[in-house]
């Protein structure tokens, strides 16, 4: 077992974000921001991956298979693995039920098992989010894991159902489920701070890039002294760690992860299958 375990991860969101989280179906500047998500930073970070000989687990909107069909492949062809992101990019809060919901991700799948050949393992929300719905459909169309949670940052952990939030009595847990989250974290993603939206006020995308990429280095050695066999997961979209120069600033970040006695680089489905297989703990949950 290595001492740390990095999983780079895509959200290959390329025009499905701009269409439905920002609403900008009519906006050809907005569409053109996901486009050069296809066309310029996905095969940029291929390059990079490939030129250091390291995995990613790409997630995929069934939107970005139908609609850029032969990038999505070259993903697929050049070894990396595909994962479900969802049909369209929408937060699954915003469904209109459950079966709605169920049958974008049937849809996520079919369009998967027509690039790969097999059905995805591994799920992440578009939204980062869940609805009430999501965690029993993704049990039924058989995921095995998640990594769209927040419940831990290095070390993964099993999703629980039935928990309740109420205003004026006690948070209830809930249950234990078969899915492994690996989390992920806001402070471990590219886009809240390198993508200005000029709809939203909340994402201005100016963030000084050196004090981000050294915030992700400075995470990961603290990871790497204090956690055993910690889990650094990278959550980044093509159209955005794609413009320059941050390929080459990711690459500085991998090389330092590379100085490191016993760093290893994996996709999330080979650390879910390690778990599985009993070589690797998840977390202990406390109190339930
Ligand atoms: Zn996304």
Known sequence: MPNATVCLTYDFDAVSVWIHTFGASNAPTQLSRGIYGAWVGAPRLLDLHDKHDIPATWF????????????????????????????????????????????????????????????????????????????????????????????NDFAPYHLRKN???????????????????????????????????WEQS????????????????????????NVEDGIFTLAMHPQVIGQPPRTRRLEELIQHMQTKPGVEFAGVDTVVTEIRDGEREVFDVMGT
């Open 60 to 151: 995929v909107p069934g939107h970005t298979i139908e609609s850029f069909p032969d990038r999505v492949g070259e993903v697929h062809d050049r070894g990396y693995d595909i994962q479900c992101h969802g049909w369209r990019h929408v937060n699954p809060a915003t469904f209109d039920g459950k079966e709605a919901e169920q049958s974008e991700y049937e849809r996520a799948i079919s369009n998967i098992e027509d690039v790969t050949g097999r059905k995805p393992t591994g799920f992440r929300s578009p939204a980062w989010e869940f609805s009430e719905h999501t965690l029993e459909i993704i049990e039924e169309l058989g995921f095995e894991w998640d990594s769209s949670q927040m419940g």
């Open 202 to 225: 909340i994402l201005w995308g100016y963030a000084n890039e050196r004090a981000v990429f050294d915030l992700w280095k400075t995470q990961f050695d603290w990871m790497y002294e």
């Open 163 to 197: 928990w309740k939030a109420p205003d004026s009595d006690p948070f209830e847990l809930g249950d234990s489920t078969d899915i492994i989250e690996v989390p992920i974290s806001w402070k471990r993603a590219d886009f809240p701070a390198l993508m200005f939206v």
